[in-house]
């Protein structure tokens, strides 16, 4: 198991007062004799016409190599693996990448990132560090939008 991202206790924060409970610390999803792990898996109830629950993982993402398209590179090869993983394992649920607002409002709402976004459909999951709380939830409905932006 690797080591937790420098903003894993935030992310659990927020996550926790919007509502959400941590279910899963790290989230396992083997599969063919490999151990992997998603930073978090969560749960909460939902309101609606249909009761039930949602259920989501969320990998945890820093930025903080020197190149910010490199740090792309690595975040968009795990949601990818995870993402398949979890739709081979786990059905239900969702995958989101948690980015820091400094990250979304920079290479991620640039005309690179929001490609990246749009074309592979990543959903994201956009927190503020510094008060541990959930910024905005991007689904891959709203990729789309972000790309045409």
Do not use: C
Request: glycine letters at 6%.
């Amino acid at each position: 198991m690797s080591a937790r991202n420098i903003y894993h206790d935030s992310v659990v924060k927020a996550l926790e007062a919007d509502g959400w409970t941590i279910t899963d610390d790290p989230l396992p999803i083997g599969y063919g004799g490999r151990d992997l792990y998603i930073d978090l898996g969560a749960k909460r109830e939902t309101i609606g016409a249909v009761k039930g629950e949602e259920k989501i993982a969320v990998e945890v993402q820093s930025f903080l190599n020197q190149s910010p398209v490199r740090d792309i590179e690595e975040a968009v090869g795990q949601y990818m693996i995870y993402r398949m993983l979890l739709a081979e394992a786990r059905q239900d649920r969702d995958l989101f990448v948690a980015v820091p607002d400094r990250v979304f409002n920079t290479i991620l709402s640039e005309p690179f990132g929001r490609l990246v976004l749009a074309r592979l459909r990543l959903q994201i999951l956009v927190f503020d560090a510094a008060n541990s709380k959930v910024i905005q939830w991007i689904s891959e409905d709203d990729t789309e939008k972000l790309f045409n932006a």
